[in-house]
């Protein structure tokens, strides 16, 4: 039985040196912190659109609307869209070909 315990306590002395080692070890994170916002992430497939249309003052407008929840507009910022509802995607593909003015709901 001594011989036993003492192979025990020699393995909990192995896990203890561990996870010592493990603590001094420095945690480095690794990060482009330009990532985010250039949206590499996504893929290098996407095209960009930008620009305003600006219409007269006295004017009503019928524009289509995207809600989108937990979504934080920020004016000039780039939106990725990551559209997956063929209402969606239709809605979209039709605005490019047209005047390009949507409107989109945060909430």
Do not use: W
């Not at 996870?19 to 070890?25: I, L, P, R």
């Not at 407008?61 to 929840?69: G, Y």
């Amino acid at each position: 039985l001594a011989e036993s315990e003492e192979e025990d306590d020699n393995e909990m002395e192995v896990v203890e040196d561990q996870d010592s080692k493990e603590a001094e070890k420095p945690n480095i994170i690794n990060f482009d912190t330009s990532l985010p916002t250039s949206h590499v992430y996504l893929g290098s497939d996407m095209e960009e659109f930008h620009g305003r249309t600006v219409h007269d003052d006295d004017s009503c407008q019928v524009i289509p609307v995207l809600p989108h929840v937990m979504v934080m507009l920020i004016p000039g910022q780039t939106l990725p869209l990551q559209l997956f509802r063929p209402q969606e995607v239709s809605m979209v593909r039709n605005l490019i070909q047209k005047d390009r003015t949507f409107a989109v709901l945060a909430y």
